[in-house]
């Protein structure tokens, strides 16, 4: 039964009243905390979106739920959403396959260099790092991937492995031709 205002003690409308200030200091407490935290979050967001480096969130079946623009670019999508698209998308020859609940549990991190595909279909060296998001309770939610082209990277490996080729070669050369002079001494 509600009573009408009109029809309440002073004492009862004032320990009402007391109760309102209390709810309205609590309520002015949590739209601060939701502020702060919007703040935050808007921070995070923009870190997200001016970094050098991918990033791609996805749920535990693989579906993107975020991507950043140097993910997209990196991988030839300009103002494209690929939201809700499997991230098997950057497989090539669909190499990616689902990781079981139990896979997820134990994984935590990992980090890998792959090969990735690009929306054109070319493809190119990624180094890539995975952690598993988990929520509350520490059960598994989602994976966070970062990614990073490493063309240039492997380009000079292969210059360098090319040239240790090249001065192991010559230092071979080098020794023949030494032993040759001192059988002919």
Not at 16 to 27: C, D, T
Not at 137 to 166: A, F, Q, W
Request: glycine share 4%; proline share 3%; charged share 35%.
């Amino acid at each position: 039964m509600i009573v009408k205002d009109e029809e309440k003690s002073k004492e009862q409308l004032v320990s009402e009243l007391v109760e309102l200030r209390k709810w309205a200091k609590k309520l002015q407490h949590l739209y601060t905390e939701y502020e702060q935290a919007l703040k935050t979050l808007r921070s995070f967001e923009k870190a997200l979106e001016t970094m050098q480096i991918g990033v791609t969130i996805t749920d535990l079946k693989g579906n993107i739920l975020y991507i950043n623009p140097a993910d997209l670019a990196m991988h030839g999508y300009t103002g494209d959403t690929l939201e809700g698209k499997s991230v098997k998308l950057f497989a090539p020859n669909d190499n990616w396959k689902p990781m079981s609940r139990d896979r997820i549990h134990a994984m935590k991190r990992w980090k890998r260099d792959a090969i990735n595909r690009k929306k054109d279909g070319s493809t190119f060296p990624v180094h890539l790092m995975s952690d598993v998001v988990t929520n509350e309770n520490g059960e598994p939610v989602g994976i966070v991937t970062t990614c990073e082209d490493i063309t240039d990277r492997k380009k000079m490996e292969e210059e360098i492995k090319s040239r240790v080729e090249d001065l192991e070669k010559f230092y071979e050369m080098s020794i023949g031709r030494e032993v040759k002079m001192k059988e002919l001494n």
